[in-house]
C-alpha cells in the first residue's frame, strides 16, 4: 500500500516535470520567434517605402518574402490556438514548425540584403534628385523673379 502511494506520487511528478520540461521548450521557441520577428520589424521599417519588387529583377524577393511571412505568422498563430487547448506534443511541434518559418523568413532577407541595399539607395538617390529639382527650380523661379523686377524698374 505504501509503494502504491509512493509510486503514484513519483509518477505524479514525473508528469510535472514534463510538462515543465515542455512549457521551458515552448518559451525557448517563443523568443526565438521573438528575436526573429524583431529583425523583421527592423527591415520592415527601413524599407517601409521601397518598393520591394524592385529588390531584384524578376522581383521574386517580393513574392517569396511575402509568401514566407504569412507561413510564419500562420504557423505562429497555430502555436497559439494549440496551446490553449493544452496539447503539449501538437504545441511543441507547431512552436518548432512557426519558428522553422520565421528562420526561413530571415534567412531570405539575409541572403538578399545587398541586392536591398542597392534598392534603398536607388530608391533615395531618386528621392534626392526629386528634391533637388523642386529647390533648383524654386530659386530659378526667385532668380527669375528678382530679375524680371530689376529688368522692369530699368526701363
Known amino acids: 500500500s505504501g509503494d502504491a502511494a509512493e509510486k503514484e506520487y513519483l509518477e505524479d511528478q514525473f508528469g510535472k516535470a514534463e510538462h515543465h520540461l515542455k512549457r521551458i521548450v515552448f518559451d525557448c521557441f517563443k523568443l526565438l520567434i521573438v528575436n526573429c520577428r524583431e529583425k523583421i520589424e527592423v527591415f520592415e521599417k527601413a524599407t517601409k517605402y521601397l518598393d520591394l ?21 500562420d504557423a505562429a498563430k497555430n ?9 503539449d506534443e501538437e504545441t511543441a511541434k507547431a512552436y518548432e514548425r512557426a519558428f522553422s518559418q520565421y528562420s526561413m523568413l530571415c534567412d531570405h532577407i539575409e541572403k538578399y540584403e545587398p541586392m536591398i541595399a542597392r534598392a534603398r539607395r536607388r530608391f533615395l538617390g531618386k528621392w534626392a534628385l526629386a528634391l533637388a529639382g523642386c529647390i533648383g527650380s524654386f530659386l530659378l523661379g526667385k ?4 530679375a524680371w523686377d530689376a529688368l522692369v524698374q530699368l526701363l
Do not use: Q
Open 53 to 73: 519588387r524592385s529588390v531584384d529583377i524578376d522581383g521574386s524577393f517580393s513574392s517569396t518574402y511575402a509568401k514566407l511571412n504569412k507561413a510564419a505568422v
Open 79 to 87: 502555436a497559439k490556438l494549440l496551446e490553449a487547448k493544452g496539447d
Open 143 to 146: 532668380f527669375l523673379d528678382v
